[in-house]
């Protein structure tokens, strides 16, 4: 069985940082290409990061030069770093894990940028 379990959400004031976990399970990690999502009520989930098994990663333009992505691939472990946070920013934040036969969520972990 396939896990995702993210983890580091909370509550932050404008141009504060969070780090966001995601442990996986081993039998995925190494072939899956890992994302971050986000999603707002009423709003479609979207994509605000990945990377693939090689280290390669894009971001939506909303977030570069302000979130990282990352991966360590001994621990099964992906990361998003988040620095210079926005109210905009506000959200539930979604692992993902794409390998066949599909994708694989995680349960979220939300992020709240107030003052």
């Known amino acids: 069985q396939v896990q995702l379990v993210e983890s580091g959400g909370g509550l932050v004031q404008p141009g504060g940082s969070l780090r966001l976990s995601c442990a996986a399970s081993?039998?995925?990690?190494?072939?899956?290409?890992m994302g971050w999502y986000r999603q707002t009520p009423g709003k479609q989930r979207e994509l605000v990061a990945r990377?693939?098994?090689?280290?390669?990663?894009n971001y939506t333009d909303s977030v570069k030069g302000r979130f990282t992505i990352s991966r360590d691939n001994a621990k099964n472990m992906v990361y998003l770093q988040m620095n210079s946070l926005k109210p905009e920013d506000t959200a539930v934040y979604y692992c993902?894990?794409?390998?066949?036969?599909?994708?694989?969520w995680g349960q979220g972990t939300q992020v709240t940028v107030s003052s």
């Open positions: 993902r894990a794409s390998a066949l036969p599909g994708n694989y």
């Open positions: 081993a039998s995925i990690f190494s072939k899956a290409v």
């Open positions: 990377i693939t098994r090689d280290y390669t990663t």
